[in-house]
């Protein structure tokens, strides 16, 4: 029998701050990428989860857990995180992003990091 699926949504519903973050590499489906977009991917492939709700857990929620000001993942005047690009086309780039494979390419932000850190 399978695992039975995680309880992200009725948590959500709840009110939970509910975060992506790349603490386990249990929560993904393939072990050779371990990142936030990777797990946002799978849930939104698997579970048809809402792009924009995977946007806020892998950013606002996830700020909000460790306790950073929400305005350093928002774009929005004053001190930012970084910046990530990710190629997406169509109507709904976010959805285009999150159904595709491409990976992240760094544009802004005090924190660069090499260019394969992000593959």
């Known amino acids: 029998a399978g695992e039975a699926p995680h309880a992200y949504r009725s948590m959500l519903a709840g009110g939970v701050n509910v975060a992506l973050g790349t603490d386990s590499i249990l929560c993904l489906d393939t072990p050779d990428r371990i990142s936030t977009l990777d797990e946002m991917r799978l849930l939104r492939r698997r579970d048809g989860t809402d792009p ?68």
């Open 52 to 119: 924009v709700t995977l946007l806020a857990m892998a950013t606002i929620h996830g700020a909000r857990a460790l306790g950073f000001d929400e305005g350093l993942v928002e774009f929005s005047p004053g001190p930012m995180l970084g910046v990530l690009a990710v190629d997406g086309a169509g109507d709904d780039p976010l959805d285009a992003a999150l159904r595709g494979n491409a990976p992240p390419r760094w544009v802004a932000g005090p924190f660069p990091c090499p260019p394969d850190a992000l593959r």
